[in-house]
């Protein structure tokens, strides 16, 4: 689903859809670039399908500034 370039961007698939067929509407990346979890998802960001996965999505984005700005 997602792809890294030579330049580290981070693309989703256009054929991405999730098990319901929706396509994304956006994703949060995550920064993460290390191994996969057991079911092979390489944990690089976090997909937004619905009103349900923004709101999750905007609670990680969050988190993911403010340990950013911890580590500086």
Do not use: I
């Not at 994304?24 to 009103?51: F, I, K, S």
């Not at 340990?67 to 500086?72: D, E, F, H």
């Amino acid at each position: 689903m997602f792809k890294r370039d030579s330049g580290l961007q981070l693309y989703v698939r256009a054929d991405h859809r999730n098990p319901e067929g929706q396509a994304p509407l956006c994703y949060v990346a995550t920064g993460y670039q290390g191994d996969p979890a057991p079911n092979g998802e390489p944990h690089q960001g976090y997909m937004v399908y619905n009103e349900s996965d923004l709101r999750w999505a905007r609670r990680l984005n969050f988190h993911l500034r403010r340990l950013q700005a911890r580590a500086k």
